[in-house]
């Protein structure tokens, strides 16, 4: 027998396999007896003992092969796994549809045929696909040429953990897509879950072991999926379901998300069979409802049900927001509710002094966890519920959402009276309330432990300083133990203060100050977002660093001038003053500059700098630099950078994964740039 033959044999029998496998795990459907799928698979492996050289990585006998991990690498999203904007009743879900209807209209010509004055302009109705929000952890799986190269999870949504060798063990996850005609380079995002009957098993077997169960599937599934070693993925009863792509590149998919949703099918991969397409609001709601009322029936758990605009192009003209596309939303099944005793409040103060009062409980399983705290949000709302200690309360949980108590249920006979403290409960300083607002804050500043340990974490974070090494405990132990005091002791620790801390090895410590001097070379965005300005988030600490250009003119300004930079209104112009006001802040700023932190010179917007007055967007990904790194080297030149296309925008530079911010500059004749022109761009005018 020649070596081809013998190819073409393997190449067969992993072909069977695959499609039993997926008729099997995908579609429910059994074609083959299990005696006669074990033969299969034993010739397979048979012939891959017998033929070594000859083993694909997508082969069945191929799903756990890798020895366990040492830890997860991150990965680096390339297209953003956004999150969805929710909605928890039908009049959000009709302010929803009127948005994409007011948006879409705009879009769309005005008929010129007279209507009837006495009557109301009828709507149009909207396409939308449904499907049910599964109760899982979303994941992306990258296929090359037909072949799944990479999984990872969801993350912050721009960076995520690679866990390839766990999803190959997913019998839903083909390893190899079925069919032909795929695009060379393929992105499926989806929800790894645990259907309720292996949950079940799972947690009886467990229990038979003596080893401790899950709570809920979800948890189950996170548990497994982030398991080190991959063997013991596999024996978990994981499966996938997908809901979208990402990047796609070299190979076209239809116009219509349900479309494309067919199609992964086709390619083998897992949908939901309760995936609808829905005209209008009306429909949508309908399909709620019956959702809602099958949900307890439904082999797997959900939580709501997800619309999308089913036509590209339409989601295309909507656009996004910051965080959530505008042509998408989960509607949440009503919050489960349990009723429990309020046994004490506790306050905690926040890093920027908010004071939260939260509800100590008798413990209660809401949602598929035991709650035992639940936030009381503010003084106001404990007035408004008439709240007191030793109610009885009914605790509402919704998904990911802090628990919290909604109302009285049953006045305690010997019921205590909440009494707001009137100092910071952590270092005893004056709490005050500004008006218009429902939160009182300590007015310690840094000054106040609660307030130091969290303004210092966000301080290191890796969008700010981004000082590597330097966790949470860590910092929690410098705090306690007195070691600093203020973001600035940071630059002053020696090395033998960190070696004689309990677990902080030589070299830790060392890499720890090496992570420290690094980052003294920044921005003066990232400083200025660093220093966690209240409001003052990244986009603002930006556009702030570009107008000022130093530190120096921006302690000097006033009110007036901040309201004239964009992303800056009267309440972010407010606080701003209060930070570069407040003498202590001063102080800080001070010494940090003095203990070497700076930035480029050039982050001015003078005349003279050479892309000053342009307006620059950077999108998809990059290979040399982050988009983040780029944007900063961009305003440094002077450049104003923004986050969508418009008219005024003066130039794009499009990395791998730009959609529809390409096309959009396409439409505007605006100029296209590689990374490979962006570098020699910058490198001409640095």
């Known amino acids: 027998m020649t070596s081809i033959s013998i190819s073409q044999q393997l190449a067969h029998l992993r072909e069977q396999i695959a499609l039993h496998n997926h008729a099997y795990y995908v579609l429910n459907e059994s074609t083959i007896t299990d005696a006669d799928y074990d033969l299969l698979m034993r010739q397979l492996q048979e012939l891959e003992r017998e033929y070594p050289e000859l083993v694909d990585a997508t082969s069945p006998t191929q799903r756990v092969g890798a020895k366990p991990d040492q830890g997860f690498q991150t990965v680096d999203h390339p297209i953003p796994m956004l999150s969805l904007d929710n909605a928890f009743s039908e009049d959000e879900m009709v302010d929803f549809d009127r948005r994409v209807s007011d948006r879409l209209a705009a879009e769309s010509p005005v008929s010129d045929e007279p ?65 032909k005609d795929w695009p060379d380079i393929l992105e499926v995002r989806g929800e790894v879950y645990m259907p309720k009957v292996g949950f079940e098993n799972m947690n009886e077997r467990l229990r038979h072991q003596g080893e401790k169960t899950y709570i809920n599937p979800r948890n189950a599934a996170s548990g497994a999926l982030r398991q080190l070693d991959p063997a013991i993925t596999a024996v978990r009863p994981l499966e996938f379901c997908c809901y979208s792509v990402g990047l ?25 069979a309760e995936t609808r397409l829905l005209k209008g609001i009306s429909e949508c709601m309908d399909y709620f409802s019956f959702l809602g009322d099958k949900r307890d029936a439904l082999p797997y758990d959900i939580d709501g049900v997800v ?8 989601q295309r003209q909507l656009g996004f927001v910051s965080r959530a596309p505008r042509w998408a939303i989960a509607h949440k099944f009503p919050a489960q509710e349990q009723t429990t005793q ?17 509800a ?36 509402r949980r919704a998904g990911d959402v802090i628990p919290q108590v909604v109302r009285v249920e049953i006045r305690g006979s010997d019921r205590r009276t909440i009494r707001f403290p009137t100092a910071c409960p952590v270092c ?27 303004g210092i974490k966000h301080f290191v974070s890796r969008k700010a300083l981004n000082v590597d090494g330097l966790g949470d405990k860590l910092i929690d132990i410098l705090v306690d133990e007195n070691l600093i005091s203020g973001v600035a002791d940071l630059f002053r620790l020696k090395l033998g203060t960190l070696v004689n801390l309990e677990r902080m090895a030589e070299k830790s410590a060392r890499n720890v100050l090496a992570a420290l001097e690094k980052s003294k070379t920044t921005t003066l965005g990232k400083f200025l977002y660093a220093l966690g300005i209240r409001e003052v988030g990244e986009t603002t600490a930006r556009n702030l660093a570009s107008h000022f250009g130093d530190i120096d003119k921006l302690l000097l300004t006033n009110e007036e001038e901040l309201l004239e930079i964009q992303d800056v209104g009267p309440i972010v112009a407010r606080h701003i003053m209060s930070f570069i006001t407040e003498p202590h802040n001063l102080e800080q700023i001070e010494q940090l500059i003095e203990l070497g932190i700076q930035w480029p ?6 005349d003279d700098l050479p892309l000053s007055g342009q307006t620059w967007v950077v999108t ?21 950078v923004s986050g969508s296309v418009s008219k005024k925008t003066t130039q794009l530079v499009a990395g791998p994964g730009a959609g529809s911010k390409l096309k959009k500059a396409t439409e505007l004749d605006i100029p296209v740039m590689d990374e490979a022109g962006l570098l020699t761009k910058l490198g001409e005018l640095e």
């Open 360 to 395: 100590r409980l008798e413990p209660v399983f809401v949602g598929g966890v035991t709650v035992s705290n639940a936030t009381l949000h503010n003084q106001d709302e404990i007035e408004r519920l008439d709240v007191a200690i030793g109610d009885k309360v009914v605790i």
């Open 307 to 314: 619309f999308k605009i089913d036509n590209l192009e339409q």
């Open 342 to 358: 309020l046994l004490d409040v506790d306050f905690q103060v926040g890093r920027t002094g908010a004071i939260t009062p939260v």
């Open 248 to 272: 796609v590149e070299g190979g076209a998919l239809p116009a219509s998300h349900f479309q494309i949703l067919q199609q992964l099918q086709h390619w083998g991969l897992k949908i939901n």
């Open 115 to 179: 209507g009837d004055l006495f009557s109301e302009p009828e709507l149009p109705v909207w396409t939308y696909c449904g499907e049910p929000k599964l109760d899982g952890l979303a994941v992306s799986l990258m296929y090359q040429q037909g072949k799944l190269v990479r999984g990872a999870t969801r993350g912050d949504g721009t960076q995520g953990e690679d866990i390839t060798q766990n999803v190959r063990t997913i019998k839903t996850i083909p390893l190899q897509l079925l069919g």
């Open 601 to 606: 010179v050039a982050e001015n917007q003078a």
């Open 620 to 640: 998809g990904k990059l290979e040399a630099m982050t988009r983040e790194s780029a944007q900063d080297r961009l305003i440094a030149l002077g450049a104003k």
């Open 428 to 454: 005893d300083s004056e709490l005050a309330r500004i008006e218009g607002e429902a939160v009182v804050r300590c007015t310690a500043g840094l000054y106040c432990k609660a307030q130091r340990k969290e």
